[in-house]
């Protein structure tokens, strides 16, 4: 089975644009979550769909917003950038949500500069 | 809240030695799951092992090993016959049971020297 693919991998941007990341998971993964790592914060979670619908949210503004389509591949936008927005964002499926536990795959990131 | 943490920074260790990585959790759970990732430079994030907290049993994946002490939220992971591809960056990471949020350490850069 191919991995969890995102696109793109880098990615510059200026102060107050927008982005959009994207993210295919596993074929059969329902449950796609996604991860900013930065070297002062570490790994921290954004939010978690499955089956279209966002399951949990971790303690980011509102200007980071994702989605996940009917063939569970998600988006995640990030509006009004700032330079704290600079980070590595990592995708990660799994089988199944919540009940399993599943392990989770995580993809190649994408690295996302904003100057 | 649940919080992870790694207090070895940074080690470095002779290939073919055996070298264990340390990691304690707090957590008011009973049922919950314990990950060890890895990232190596290309930093893409693998899993190398996963423990079930209801599992007395340590989980092995071939040179890995775990020792996890449920009373005293304890989760180490055992390398052995340690190689030069094993240099990475290696966070242990805590999820809840029905929940997908994974909570990671803040990582041990380990430098296996030739």
């Known amino acids: 089975k191919a991995g969890v693919t995102q696109t793109p991998r880098y990615l510059i941007k200026t102060r107050g644009q927008q982005v959009t990341l994207s993210c295919s998971p596993i074929?059969?993964?329902?449950?796609v979550s996604w991860y900013q790592q930065t070297p002062g914060q570490g790994l921290q979670f954004l939010f978690e769909y499955f089956s279209e619908t966002q399951r949990n949210k971790g303690n980011f503004p509102g200007r980071f917003s994702g989605r996940q389509f009917s063939n569970s591949r998600s988006e995640m936008n990030v509006s009004t950038l700032e330079l704290g927005d600079s980070a590595l964002y990592l995708c990660?499926?799994?089988?199944?949500?919540?009940?399993?536990?599943?392990?989770?795959?995580f993809g190649p990131g994408t690295r996302l500069t904003v100057l | 809240a649940q919080t992870v943490t790694q207090s070895q920074p940074e080690m470095s260790v002779q290939e073919a030695e055996t070298v264990t990585l340390s990691c304690t959790y707090d957590?008011?759970?009973?049922?919950?799951?314990l990950f060890w990732y890895k990232q190596p430079p290309s930093r893409q994030m693998i899993l190398v092992i996963r423990q079930e907290a209801y599992k007395q049993q340590n989980a092995t994946e071939n040179r890995f090993s775990v020792n996890f002490q449920k009373a005293a939220k304890s989760f180490s992971l055992k390398i052995s016959d340690s190689q030069l591809g094993d240099t990475a960056m290696y966070f242990c990471a805590f999820m809840k049971v029905r929940d997908d949020k994974i909570i990671f350490g803040k990582g041990t850069r380990l430098h296996i020297l030739p």
């Open positions: 957590t008011s759970e009973n049922n919950y799951y």
């Open positions: 990660a499926s799994s089988h199944q949500s919540s009940t399993s536990g599943g392990s989770k795959f």
């Open positions: 074929s059969g993964h329902r449950s």
